[in-house]
């Protein structure tokens, strides 16, 4: 049974860059997209991006400029990079795996907390 | 970016009853959609994908439908059990982007 778990800083300074990793159990990270999604304290679900098994990326073009997603197969790990946080990058984050063919994102992380504040 | 939006935000129903969430895309996503539900401090679990089949594993009285832009999420009959907030999600085109949710209550 493929189980994701996040793993990173609870806290980060405004201006400075928030990083999360991902580790994969149970499973290949092939055939599929390798998600980050937020939610921030009682609100929705934001979609990040996703980095495919292939490397290639997709990021929401209103984090664009500041996010990075990677992946490492040998680990079997993915990871966020989102730059020059403010308080408003404070959220639930979730690592996350995407099927192709549209057929949902069938597998979450628990999600982490991570806060921005001086 | 493909706006999602749901209604009702929230509703209260009694257990037994039918309950229905529609969720509009801003354009057509050729039945890429998706729903979750959610419960308080837990991840989303997929229930729905394609608009109308249903994840291995999810209840029965779960079903989903429609086209176009227009979705819908059934209860058939409401169980205890199925309180949360549910969110539908278009897989059609990045950015991926969810509905604000619907939040359920037991009576």
């Known amino acids: 049974q493929v189980q994701l778990q996040e793993s990173g800083p609870g806290l980060v300074r405004p201006s400075e860059t928030l990083s999360l990793t991902c580790t994969v159990s149970g499973d290949s990270m092939n055939n599929y997209y390798w998600t980050w999604i937020r939610q921030p304290p009682g609100k929705g679900l934001e979609w990040i991006g996703y980095v495919y098994h292939s490397g290639s990326t997709s990021y929401n073009p209103s984090l664009k400029s500041r996010v990075t997603i990677s992946l490492d197969t040998s680990k079997n790990q993915f990871s966020l990079k989102l730059s020059s946080v403010t308080a408003a990058d404070t959220a639930v984050y979730y690592c996350?795996?995407?099927?192709?063919?549209?057929?949902?994102?069938?597998?979450w992380g628990q999600g982490t907390t991570v806060s921005v504040s001086s | 970016d493909i706006q999602m939006t749901q209604s009702p935000p929230s509703l209260s129903a009694s257990v037994g009853d039918r309950v229905t969430i529609t969720c509009r895309a801003s354009?057509?996503?050729?039945?890429?959609l998706n729903w979750y539900q959610q419960k308080p401090g837990k991840a989303p679990n997929l229930l729905i994908f394609?608009?109308?089949t249903l994840q291995n594993g999810v209840p029965s009285r779960f079903s989903g439908s429609g086209s176009g832009t227009d979705f819908t999420l059934t209860i058939s009959t409401l169980q205890p059990e199925d309180f949360g907030t549910y969110y539908c999600q278009q897989s059609y085109i990045p950015p991926l982007t969810f509905g604000g949710g619907t939040k359920v209550d037991i009576k």
């Open positions: 394609l608009a109308s």
């Open positions: 354009q057509s996503i050729s039945g890429k």
């Open positions: 996350v795996r995407d099927q192709e063919g549209a057929y949902g994102m069938d597998v």
